[in-house]
């Protein structure tokens, strides 16, 4: 979530560029992570996947791809990240120019966790994408962790590219859903309701509706040309989503 600066609230919504994504390489306080380790340095091991599956919606730079983690992999990174303790992510709201936004995160900078999800398969996906001449390179080594209990839910905003320097940028930004349907709680009844990351185009129509699945990874361009998208209120237990982004250079 990019550089510090003043942003203006699409007019169709009330809602703006997500609140806090001024802050995105920056951990909140009390919550930067030890640096270094990947899957080596205390997070859960990240198996490299063969035969992903990669849905794309047509016309759009839309991409899902179920069981990106195991649900071992997304419970042991809950397991983690609650282990960790969470910071509350509000914003200031509509009327200052910021989505309304009530989740709560984790910030941590890790490049080795993110290679090694990276080369876990999403290297693979992009391949044969570039941006504005650029090939991409890696995950952004800021790695977010998002809860959202009941009632909990962020306003339709957009993602900003972030410049990491030395002529990299991000474009594409990368959720990878660690509670939903398919996890072992859908049995015991505390699965997930509502939480859906809903995506809207310039009318303010939906363009796609995607609901969380435990371990499916979604992809979406961001940036000048990210569509309008939220994430709907969670009406029962808890959604847990690990975030990242796509870098090019």
């Not at 809950?78 to 509509?94: K, R, V």
């Not at 930004?173 to 310039?202: N, P, R």
Request: glycine content about 12%.
């Amino acid at each position: 979530m990019p550089p510090n600066r003043k942003r203006r609230a699409p007019a169709m919504e009330p809602a703006a560029r997500g609140a806090g994504q001024q802050r995105q390489n920056k951990a909140p306080a009390g919550k930067k992570a030890k640096k270094g380790g990947g899957s080596g340095g205390g997070w859960p091991a990240v198996k490299r996947k063969k035969d992903l599956q990669i849905n794309r919606l047509k016309g759009t730079h839309l991409l899902t791809i179920p069981d990106f983690f195991t649900s071992a992999e997304a419970k042991a990174f809950i397991d983690m990240a609650e282990s960790m303790g969470f910071t509350h992510q509000g914003s200031l709201g509509p009327l200052k120019g910021e989505a309304y936004r009530d989740n709560d995160r984790i910030s941590v900078t890790d490049p080795l966790l993110a290679q090694a999800i990276w080369e876990s398969g999403i290297n693979r996906i992009f391949t044969d994408i570039n941006v504005s001449g650029k090939v991409a390179t890696g995950l952004n080594p800021n790695i977010r962790f998002y809860r959202y209990t009941e009632g909990q839910r962020f306003g339709r905003h957009i993602d900003e590219s972030v410049d990491l320097g030395d002529g990299s940028k991000t474009y594409y930004t990368l959720l990878i859903y660690l509670s939903g349907k398919g996890s072992a709680k859908d049995s015991s009844g505390q699965a997930l309701v509502g939480g859906e990351t809903v995506f809207y185009d310039h009318r303010g129509g939906v363009v796609a509706e995607v609901a969380p699945v435990q371990g499916m990874a979604l992809l979406h361009l961001h940036g000048a040309k990210c569509m309008l998208h939220e994430a709907r209120v969670v009406k029962k237990n808890a959604k847990y989503v690990l975030r990242s982004d796509v870098v090019f250079s």
